[in-house]
């Protein structure tokens, strides 16, 4: 029998700092999402704070990351429906510094208000760098067991990179979701120059090219906001053979329910093997996970020894 996954895509408007009020909005979506029997509903990034890191006060509000996390769990265990919270900034301590380090963090939360998959942002997109720190290069992309199948989990900026995609894939991941704060703004002077939607391009482009080839479906929620402000919107579920199924117009503030019909990536692997390809011994490229194994801590060549150094030096820096 053909599993359908029925998906819900928050697209809204996070207001500035006012985090008490985002999470009441963003409930009630969730809520009518599992009123209409989604069994995953998917916020954007920063949907709790909106991206203002030098606002007086940013900082300290990252310090409630923990409450709304269990608001977040009690959320999904009340309407029996898997949640994935955008991300939650966190704010934690630093050894080496007098301020706390803060982590975008995106969770995937089951229908039993258990977390079952954690994600720390890697590919910090250049101003977020200032403010943030990334999970380190030796820390790799997991891939979840969830009610909804093998799912990985990505942030904004890092749809830019198909090597986080193929390290998921290799793993068997079939769904990948990814939050996103993502503005038509984000181009740079030059770029909106040639063309003032060259960003709307970029998502629609990637999306379509990364679910295809990547043999995936993509569940992608960004921020919408006010007309005139750059917000990009365009939040959707995306499969291989169709594009889009389901697509947010710009920066429109709602919620679109998607029934995801998981064969067709099982007909488009069929098609294009692609998860084959990399399986097999004489694949033609060196990509991080050819030389690891699919589990933590298993590696396929080089020091065991090495690598765990490797590993623990990194942590010691954050």
């Not at 301590?93 to 982590?103: A, I, Q, S």
């Not at 703004?185 to 040639?194: M, P, S, V, Y």
């Not at 060259?198 to 992608?220: K, P, Q, W």
């Not at 429109?252 to 093997?273: C, H």
Request: glycine share 8%.
């Amino acid at each position: 029998m053909t599993q359908i996954v029925k998906v819900a895509v928050i697209q809204l408007y996070p207001k500035p700092l006012q985090l008490e009020h985002n999470f009441n909005k963003a409930a009630n979506f969730v809520r009518s999402a599992a009123a209409q029997g989604a069994e995953l509903a998917v916020l954007p990034e920063y949907h709790l704070t909106n991206w203002k890191p030098k606002e007086p006060g940013f900082a300290e509000l990252c310090t409630q990351w923990e409450l709304y996390l269990n608001k977040y769990k009690a959320l999904a265990k009340e309407c029996g429906i898997c949640i994935v919270p955008g991300t939650i900034v966190e704010s934690h301590p630093d050894e080496d510094k007098e301020e706390n380090r803060l982590l975008n963090v995106a969770y995937f939360i089951d229908h039993q208000g258990e977390v079952v998959g954690k994600y720390v942002k890697k590919n910090l997109w250049g101003p977020e760098r200032d403010h943030l720190t990334a999970s380190t290069r030796h820390e790799i992309h997991e891939v979840f067991d969830t009610p909804i199948g093998k799912v990985g989990l990505l942030i904004c900026w890092d749809l830019a990179f198909p090597e986080a995609f193929r390290e998921l894939i290799a793993q068997g991941a079939k769904i990948i979701i990814i939050p996103t704060f993502w503005t038509l703004n984000d181009c740079n002077e030059a770029g909106l120059k040639i063309n003032p939607s060259a960003e709307a391009l970029f998502l629609d482009s990637m999306l379509t090219a990364r679910a295809f080839e990547n043999t995936c479906a993509i569940v992608f929620s960004n921020a919408g906001g006010p007309p005139g402000r750059g917000y990009a919107g365009l939040s959707q579920v995306t499969a291989p053979f169709i594009g889009a199924l389901t697509r947010m117009g710009s920066c429109t503030e709602g919620m679109i329910v998607v029934d995801l019909d998981m064969q067709i990536l099982e007909d488009a692997e069929a098609n294009y093997q692609v998860r084959a390809d990399l399986a097999s011994e004489d694949w033609h490229y060196d990509y991080r996970h050819t030389r690891r194994g699919v589990g933590r801590g298993e590696v396929r060549s080089g020091s065991r020894e090495d690598e765990d150094g490797a590993r623990t030096r990194e942590k010691e820096k954050l």
